[in-house]
């Protein structure tokens, strides 16, 4: 944003329309976005939007921003972290080992069975 504004001030200094640097500094205040409202009525209160440079005003947004984007970052991981996963249970339950010996069991005689009708 900062690169596209200091572009038109450009070409309008080329066409001899100048600003003052408070003019400029009460533009950039001016067209940013709702969301950075507060960071704007934190500036405006707290320092001389007359004495205040370009500059000084761009590092200030640039650190907002940057601390914005490490907030919402911290929020995604802490969304991932909160994820439920389960895991299966490697313990069998009494009744499944139960279902297991009879079905073994089942299996056994069957076996047998078959082995005498093949030879009886």
């Not at 329309?17 to 950039?28: A, D, G, L, P, Q």
């Not at 389960?86 to 073994?104: H, P, V």
Request: charged share 35%.
């Amino acid at each position: 944003m900062f690169v596209r504004f200091t572009n038109i001030i450009n070409s309008l200094q080329s066409l001899n329309k100048c600003y003052t640097n408070s003019e400029m500094v009460r533009k950039i205040l001016r067209c940013l976005p709702k969301s950075w409202m507060p960071k704007v009525t934190a500036i405006e209160e707290a320092k001389d939007l007359n004495t205040l440079p370009l500059e000084e005003l761009l590092g200030s947004l640039m650190t907002h921003e940057i601390t914005i984007k490490n907030h919402e970052d911290d929020e995604e991981q802490d969304k991932k972290k909160k994820k439920v996963i389960a895991f299966k249970s490697s313990i069998a339950d009494s009744s499944e080992e139960d279902s297991d010996d009879e079905m073994a069991l089942i299996t056994r005689r069957f076996k047998k069975y078959l082995a005498k009708k093949k030879f009886g």
